[in-house]
Nanobody, 114 residues
Framework: QVHLVESGGGLVQAGGSLTLSCGASGSIFSINTMAWYRQRPGKSRELVAGITSAGTDYSDSVKGRFTISRDNAKNLMYLQMNSLIPEDTAVYYC?????????WGHGTKDTVAS
């Protein structure tokens, strides 16, 4: 059973930084596609960044400000978020794709104050 746990959310001023972490268990972490999604208030869940063995990808709204990375030895994934803006306020979810199935963490809330 895949189990994902996010941490690192909180309150930050605009222009500040936060780093999110996602701990994974129950799968061969190093070969799976991982991603960060977010759900902003009143909006649908959206892809923020993804990472595979081939590389990384970002949504246009965060490109150049956010960096996704992973530590396969520790089964951890990270999202470094810089130059935060109020529009980045959301619940951020860790996602792992395994054999066509999406697994989700419970989410961590980030609030960016203007």
């Amino acid at each position: 059973q895949v189990h994902l746990v996010e941490s690192g959310g909180g309150l930050v001023q605009a222009g500040g930084s936060l780093t999110l972490s996602c701990g994974a268990s129950g799968s061969i972490f190093s070969i799976n596609t991982m991603a960060w999604y977010r759900q902003r208030p009143g909006k649908s869940r959206e892809l923020v960044a993804g990472i595979t063995s081939a590389g990384t990808d970002y949504s246009d709204s965060v490109k150049g400000r956010f960096t996704i990375s992973r530590d396969n030895a520790k089964n951890l994934m990270y999202l470094q978020m810089n130059s935060l803006i109020p529009e980045d306020t959301a619940v951020y979810y860790c996602n792992e794709k395994l054999q066509g199935v999406d697994y989700w963490g419970h989410g961590t809330k980030d609030t960016v104050a203007s």
